[in-house]
């Protein structure tokens, strides 16, 4: 599986857009990107995936560029109960659907 | 959504003592379910692959014989930590995925946290 690079923290300030990116160079032409969550102390919380289009949900956006070694979450409008450590996570078509996580991105939402 | 449980969410044991902790898909069924563990300010560490009706697959690293997985049925996994020592304490997460999806998200149970004393 690709590795995935991601910068140890962000903040944001609250009612902003939180953009979260996510390095993966070395992705390979039928590995998906995952995005999920871990709020503290709970299981991760799937949030949404990509092949090579952006794609949109009612929790995010991704923009996944155009070589597909790179890729950005967007959080249109941060609340404080989105601080939370942000996984972005490629996965193989066959691999029996494993993810190996990476450290992750932990976003803090400032009042 | 699919929603996952585990049983218990704390576990406190004395070391030596062998802890199962159960992971079942409520709404949905599971031929494959996976276990983590997590250590403190660290990510999640994929330990094995439950598959319902045949043994489970370890990662590089994981002692089978430590911990134990049973996958009997299409909604439950079991991980048991046997002969559990202090080093053994630690966040276990399972997750599942569904057997009907067709994008194969995983959807991860709340987790358990096992202090060995």
């Known amino acids: 599986d690709a590795k995935t690079t991601q910068p140890p923290s962000m903040d944001c300030a609250e009612g902003r857009a939180a953009n979260l990116p996510c390095n993966h160079s070395t992705i390979s032409g039928n590995e998906y990107v995952y995005w999920y969550r871990q709020i503290h102390s709970q299981g991760p919380q799937y949030i949404i995936h990509?092949?090579?289009n952006n794609e949109t949900n009612e929790m995010a956006s991704l923009i996944i560029t155009e070589d597909r070694k790179s890729s950005t979450l967007i959080l249109p409008h941060a609340t404080l109960r989105d601080t939370a450590v942000y996984y972005c996570i490629v996965r193989g078509l066959y691999n029996f659907n494993k993810f190996y996580f990476g450290s992750g991105t932990k976003l803090n939402v400032k009042p | 959504g699919a929603v996952v449980s585990q049983h218990p969410s704390r576990v406190i044991c004395k070391s030596g003592t062998s802890v199962k902790i159960e992971c079942r898909s409520l709404d949905f069924q599971a031929t494959t379910m996976f276990w983590y563990r997590q250590f403190p300010k660290q990510s999640l560490m994929l330990m094995a692959t439950s598959n319902e009706g045949s043994k489970a697959t370890y990662e590089q690293g994981v002692e089978k014989d430590k911990f134990l997985i049973n996958h009997a049925s299409l909604t439950l996994s079991t991980l048991t930590v046997t002969s559990a020592h202090p080093e053994d304490s630690s966040f276990y997460i399972c997750?599942?995925?569904?057997?009907?999806?067709?994008?194969?998200?995983?959807?991860f149970g709340p987790g358990t946290r096992l202090t060995v004393l």
């Open positions: 990509g092949l090579k």
């Open positions: 997750s599942a995925n569904p057997t009907s999806s067709s994008i194969n998200e995983q959807f």
